[in-house]
């Protein structure tokens, strides 16, 4: 698959940085980028955890997949990070590859997410509990390796590791695809 200057999107589960790299890479690539979740709390005039909580998760999905399809739309957009759970719905995953985007799954272990979902001030109402989280990072697993890159992140690993392994990942792709 030759992908050469596509879009990049980012995927993994809650707290894997998907966020924090599409961003690092934004700024080292000089390109817009987008957080579909910011995109839906923008749309919306709230954030993603309080639809999912008034609303439920079926109308939450229905949205982020409209949301989605807005970005993909918008070409300016070169570096999108999904929510946690976007890449698991086929429909998603469909649009993007119809839109040529290049996926990355940054690949972090159950207990660094963890750690991250614990400590951070954002309720996700996905993940309350931790048997509850681990159980939902268990199940989307397989979808998460359907992205064409799969980058591992560990807890020792800087921003600027993780951001060279995508670029470097990146590059050896496009030279594949001059070779042929």
């Known amino acids: ?41 923008a749309a919306e005039g ?7 909580e008034e609303d439920g998760e079926e109308v939450f999905r229905a949205i982020e997949r409209r949301v989605l399809g807005e970005v993909l ?19 998603n995953r469909e649009g993007i590859a ?20 614990s400590g951070d001030s954002v309720r ?3 993940a309350v509990e931790r048997e509850q989280s681990n159980r939902l990072y268990e199940e989307r697993q397989a979808a998460y390796s359907m992205a064409d890159l799969r980058i591992a992140v560990g807890a020792n690993d800087t921003l600027d590791n993780v951001v060279e392994a995508i670029d470097s990942a990146l590059n050896l792709l496009n030279d594949a695809c001059s070779d042929d």
């Open 1 to 41: 698959m030759c992908m050469g200057k596509q879009r990049v999107i980012l995927t993994g589960f809650m707290c894997s940085g998907k966020t924090t790299v599409a961003k690092a890479l934004g700024e080292k690539w000089n390109c817009e980028v987008v957080d579909l979740d910011e995109a839906i709390a």
């Open 46 to 52: 709230r954030p993603s955890s309080t639809i999912i």
């Open 73 to 91: 739309d918008n070409s300016s957009v070169q570096v999108i990070a999904l929510g946690g759970g976007a890449w698991i719905q086929p429909d």
């Open 98 to 117: 119809r839109n040529n985007c290049v996926s990355v799954w940054l690949d972090a272990p159950f207990e660094l997410c963890w750690s991250r979902i």
């Open 124 to 126: 996700r109402p996905l």
